[in-house]
Nanobody
Framework: QVQLVESGGGLVQPGGSLRLSCAASGSFLSINTMGWYRQAPGKERELVATITSGGTTRYSDSVKGRFTISRDKSKNTLYLQMNSLKPEDTAVYCC??????????????WGKGTLVTVSS
């Protein structure tokens, strides 16, 4: 099993910044692609950004140029640096990871999320 725990959410004013973290723990051989998703009240979950084990990144158009995804493989930790935040960025942000378990099977795991509120 793999546990993902997010942190770093909170209340921030428009134009401000936050850095989210997602720490992975448990019994696994490796973690491949990791990503951040978000779900705003009354809306469906949407992709924010992903990063492969090789460091290739992908962003949604709505956050491109403002958010930066990164990972520290030695710490099994994923980050999301969010700058120039807008009220429409308000959502619960969840971490996602595809891991290879010790029996060599693969699985997708989700964290419980951290709330980001952008408001004056």
């Amino acid at each position: 099993q793999v546990q993902l725990v997010e942190s770093g959410g909170g209340l921030v004013q428009p134009g401000g910044s936050l850095r989210l973290s997602c720490a992975a723990s448990g019994s696994f051989l490796s973690i491949n692609t990791m990503g951040w998703y978000r779900q705003a009240p009354g809306k469906e979950r949407e992709l924010v950004a992903t990063i492969t084990s090789g460091g290739t990144t992908r962003y949604s158009d709505s956050v491109k140029g403002r958010f930066t995804i990164s990972r520290d493989k030695s710490k099994n930790t994923l980050y999301l640096q969010m700058n120039s935040l807008k009220p429409e960025d308000t959502a619960v942000y969840c971490c996602n990871a595809y891991a290879v378990r010790r029996d060599y099977s693969g699985g997708t795991y989700w964290g419980k999320g951290t709330l980001v509120t952008v408001s004056s």
